[in-house]
């Protein structure tokens, strides 16, 4: 018999799982962490693969579709493709990516496709060296750009590439990525900054709203919008002219899009999450590694999902910050 779909109280199905393999990060990006870092998690709180996959198989019996492996930066996880593997063996139906800084990609690009990796989205922030060493606190452009190519090089398409887009600092180069895009047929998605800093620094001053790169773009490359079907969660245009690659906008702040949300997140420690900014989570690791059997599990999952509030607060005089930032509760 067909498992019931995870169904919160407003009518929404959790079809996406977003899957955190470690806290840790060779970035600090200035939206997510400090310059020194944060505390890492002892590597004995985080899941092993095979909780990981134990936890996947509840939630795919439970009409999980998609999953997307993340971190911190998912590729410092050691042999991160082993997991990859495990989860496309077991998983072949469901659509399986993954969300990465791109450092190491030109290195395992080969091995995450032969393990069963479908995709990846590289998180990418500038194409200006100065500015790019500025918002992850790194010199690491080239080597980011290099993971780009070896991706496409290596079947793992379409290449995503994601931008947070800060007021003052990179709001200048909407144009630039989607030259990038037209150029090397990637799909560029503008992210708008949201209240996920681990310094609680964010304003809404520093937002750009999406509606102002898109006129940007417009009056470079014509674009027209792309029907999209589901809760995809960014707004797709194509370049009219008929140019490889696409700009899209995921504009969480400015026009939040909760009503249609289907992700779910499952952090590094075994902390079920229903929404990013979620002030509250479930603990799947404790039971489990006591013994839960997976009615068990899927019961907590269940009673998490119904609990599902109907959006997040951002725009609004009551909004609090989570406690976690963005590298410890998973892209």
Sequence with gaps: MEAL?????????????????????????????PPEGLDWLPREEVLTFEEIVRIARVLVA???????????????????????????????QVDLSMTTNGYRLAQKAEALAAAGLRRVNVSMDSLRAETFHAMTRRDALSKVLEGLEAAAAAGLKPVKVNAVMVRGVNDGEAVDFARLARDRDYHVRFIEYMPLDAGHQWTRAQVVPSAELLDSIQAAFPVEAVATAGAEPATTYRFADGAPGSVGFIASVTEPFCESCNRLRLTADGHFRTCLFAIDETDLKTPLRAGAGDAEIESLVRAAVWKKWAGHHINQPDFVAPERSMSQIGG
Excluded: H
């Design 5 to 33: 779909p995870l169904l919160d109280q407003f009518g929404r199905a959790g079809t996406d799982l977003r899957i955190s393999v470690t806290d840790r990060c060779n970035f600090r990006c200035v939206y997510c962490m």
């Design 62 to 92: 439970a009409g999980v579709d998609t999953i997307r492996i993340t971190g911190g930066e998912p590729l410092a996880r050691t042999d991160v493709e082993q997991l990859v593997g495990m989860l496309a063996t077991e998983f072949p």
